[in-house]
């Protein structure tokens, strides 16, 4: 009698972008269907490219997985630009591929804590990027890793608090602990991955023996 009310239900990204512009503060998408640790690619680009599509520039992004952009800032150094395509490619079920041209702001290939209230115990994601695409500020690492339970843009020098929204993916419980000083609230807009709460949007089921809920 109570299933109805365990199902996760998302807010469609238009109507999450309208909250966030019409709200004071500094804002937070949960992208529950990219995580990490929940097996997700890491590289689902499907907010940023919402984002970007309507003209936000003041954004920051957490975490991009891409060796092939992660290399290229690289070659660029900072201040040096970076054109391609972002993200999407594990596979087809994280969106397509976004096309940037963005500044290089930030390099690090040095390895970071995996907990914030213990940073002796360290995690290698290789090359790191902070990437200024017209004031959206995108994490991209070489390598996936683990960030729920750490502030990576304060290891990244970027002041969340001047920022209007920012894209987390992984557990919302962790990440709200992490950001609860910075954070004016959140929402959860509908996105794209494998670890989509709504398993009715992960993909078909063939083999499913029926009915079965939802």
Known sequence: ELRDDFMFHMM????????????EGLWAFMDECDDPLGGGASDGIYLLKALMD????????????DPEIARKAWEAGIGGTVAGLLGAKTDKLHGEPVRI????????????????????????????????QNGIFIVVVE???????INIFDIMGIDVRNLKVIVLKGSSGALKEVFREYLSGYVYPESKGIT?????????FKKLRRPVYP
């Open 54 to 65: 309507a003209g936000i520039r003041s954004a920051g992004i957490s975490v991009i997985k």
């Open 143 to 149: 390598y996936k890793g683990a960030f729920e339970s």
């Open 12 to 23: 469609p990204v238009e109507e999450a972008i309208r909250t966030v512009t019409s709200n």
């Open 196 to 204: 989509n709460p709504d398993v009715t949007k992960i993909g078909e």
């Open 101 to 132: 041209n963005a500044k290089v702001v930030k390099l690090s290939d040095t390895e970071i804590p995996i907990y914030a209230d213990d940073i002796t115990v360290k995690q290698n994601v290789g090359k790191i990027a902070v990437l200024d």
